[in-house]
């Protein structure tokens, strides 16, 4: 059987039981190229004052339902894409994960022939090597003058790690949310939200019930992500379901690109929105700094 027929899991040797996705499904999965077609913002931002704030995940490994791990990190295309419009519509981007620790990348869904997606990386590379720490970011809180008009926080399944169980990305989701600020995600990331929940305010509503998002199926995790060797086991916890359970619902069923727009909410459903949501994002920030000078 060829190599790239395989639909088992292959060994990572740098930690015991760890796994990367099957040769198979990285040919299902991971194009040499992206959709990108350009990021040309006449109109973009010259103001100086509004920011984004890009929330990664540092964490390596996903500990699946049997025990083993996943490497897995950030997804590139779904970080670097929207990045690169943000970028170019004339926001600056401040990138930060939970303690400070490089961001982690799942290297191996790079796609190899894309300029643009490495020519953004390498524009990046030292912020995403030695990003922030989001708990110094916060300090001792935003108000009303923290000039990030939204706050992107890109999927891959590592995010499932720190991200949705910290107490300093709740406390910056509700103040983004009060303060009529975006939030960005697209894939597993909206597994961030349910960050919002962390810490909140006794008696407090949680500030996605009621929302409509683009997700990454749960169906795929239980079933052809399992089948084709892309995760090396069952998922420890499922995103959609839980995101349910708050009151927020997934608008799609599979992944085609799409991507929503639920008041101050942009998701997109897995990498193929990477471009989409970019855009999406973009051109609504530009509208919005218009009009709050």
């Not at 939970?98 to 490495?118: H, L, N, R, Y």
């Not at 599979?254 to 973009?282: F, M, Q, W």
């Amino acid at each position: 059987m060829p190599e790239s027929s395989s639909r088992k899991p292959v060994a990572d040797q740098a930690e015991s039981d760890a796994w990367f996705p099957s040769p198979y499904s990285l040919t299902q999965y991971v194009p040499p190229k992206t959709d990108f077609d350009g990021a040309d913002y006449p109109n973009a931002y010259k103001g100086g004052k509004w920011r984004i704030l890009l929330i990664a995940t540092q964490e390596r490994y996903l500990e699946m339902a049997g025990g083993e791990f996943f490497s897995t990190g950030n997804h590139p295309v779904e970080m670097l894409l929207p990045l690169l419009h943000l970028d170019s519509a004339g926001f600056e981007i401040d990138i930060a994960t939970i303690s400070g620790d490089p961001v982690k990348f799942e290297m191996w869904a790079f796609p190899k022939d894309d300029q643009a997606v490495k020519d953004v990386f390498e524009r990046y590379k030292q912020k995403l090597r030695k990003p922030l720490n989001l708990q110094e970011v916060w300090g001792s809180g935003f108000d009303k003058n923290t000039p990030y008009i939204g706050v992107f926080i890109p999927g891959g399944h590592g995010v499932l790690n720190d991200v949705p169980f910290s107490k300093t990305v709740g406390e910056i989701l509700r103040w983004a949310d009060a303060n009529k600020r975006y939030y960005i995600s697209l894939c597993h990331g909206p597994a961030s939200m349910l960050a919002a929940g962390v810490g909140k305010p006794e008696g407090s509503k949680f500030i996605y019930e009621g929302y409509k998002i683009a997700v990454f199926p749960d169906s795929l995790d239980t079933g052809a992500n399992i089948e084709i060797g892309y995760i090396p086991g069952k998922m420890p916890w499922l995103v959609g379901e839980e995101l349910r359970k708050l009151g927020i619902t997934p608008v799609n069923s599979g992944i085609t690109g799409e991507t929503h727009r639920d008041r101050y909410v942009i998701t997109g459903d897995s990498p193929l929105a990477s471009n989409n949501l970019g855009k999406l994002a973009a051109s609504t920030l530009l509208e919005d700094v218009a009009t709050r000078g």
